[in-house]
């Protein structure tokens, strides 16, 4: 069943404040399957509000017979996924911050990113909340992974080297509590990796799309799935928050979906190659990267 609607009734939805700077003064950006995208007037965060209660739960039950359909062959090694290269340039990222030690992957879904960190320098483990998606990643890739939510992973203080979290945040509803449970588990010189879209071509989509062309129904926050489109600005302001530095920003590489048309493609590939150039002149993503990776270090122990 498709756990997304078309519309949300007001018993679906529950108004918040800004997930970043608790502010609840709002500017109205747009409306994406009657779900508003508005942006804080405070520190510029692009939420959506109201938004749907527990949206990250749809992630948690699918059935293991349509992830065994779905992923089937990609479980049987005759096929590939679409976002290998895109998992092993992100490895790459890391390995040039932090090559070795304890590794752990949070929300690690059927662990098509972790199997790619055998071979390399870590001892690596995911963490899933979804029991059907964590027995795929043990069961067909032999991965070390907990089911559950991090928190009840209950990992020992300071256990990792290295924490990814993979287009995940943008789902997060509570997001600080998550922040401050990896930065409780992360080593002093650990390294963690955050990938997720990037809100400011959300929004330079939304300009092109909405204002110039006026196609008004088309999707460019995803905000029945995202709760926050996150920008270098505001991640930094939330990292630095929850007792992070952040080390580096950077544009991510775009997911490249299979069967995707070849003008989308090529554009996504344009995308990148101007995103990096200007990133490479300004040391910012900018708003021509699809996706933003942002790497920090734990600045202070949290009280
Ligand atoms: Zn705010």
Redesign the pocket.
């Known amino acids: 069943m498709n756990p997304w609607k078309e519309n949300y009734a007001p018993e679906d939805l529950e108004i918040v404040l ?6 609840k003064h709002k500017t109205h950006i747009t409306i994406e399957f009657s779900l508003s995208v508005v942006k ?6 692009l939420y959506v509000n109201p938004r749907p209660r527990d949206s990250e739960k749809n992630y948690w039950a699918p059935t293991r017979a349509d992830m065994e359909k779905k992923y089937g062959a990609i479980f049987e090694g005759r096929k590939a996924h679409d976002r290998d290269s895109l998992y092993r340039s992100h490895l790459d990222t890391l390995a040039r911050y932090q090559p070795t030690g304890n590794f752990l992957d949070v929300g690690t879904h059927c662990g098509f990113f972790l199997r790619h960190t055998r071979g390399r320098g870590w001892d690596a483990e995911g963490v899933e909340p979804s029991p059907v998606l964590g027995e795929l990643a043990r069961e067909k890739f032999g991965l070390k992974v907990k089911t559950g939510a991090l928190e009840s992973a209950a990992f020992p203080v300071e256990s990792f080297e290295v924490i990814t979290l993979l287009d995940v945040i943008e789902h997060l509803h509570d997001v600080r509590a998550m922040l401050k449970e990896i930065q409780r588990i992360i080593k002093p010189n650990g390294v963690f990796f955050i990938k997720t879209p990037n809100g400011t071509y959300n929004y330079f989509k939304h300009v092109i799309f909405h204002n110039l062309l006026r196609r008004h129904n088309y999707d460019c926050f995803d905000a029945r799935e995202h709760v926050a489109a996150y920008t270098v600005p ?1 991640l930094t302001r939330l990292l630095n928050e929850t007792g992070w530095q952040v080390i580096a920003s950077m544009p991510s590489a775009p997911v490249q979906t299979y069967g995707s048309h070849p003008v989308k493609i090529v554009g996504r590939n344009i995308l990148y190659t101007v995103a990096r150039a200007q990133h490479a002149l300004t040391g910012q993503p900018g708003p021509f990267a699809t996706d933003i990776i942002l790497l920090a270090k734990k600045s202070s122990p949290l009280l």
Request: charged share 10%.
């Open positions: 800004c997930p970043v700077c608790g502010d804080c007037q405070a520190c510029g965060l505001t």
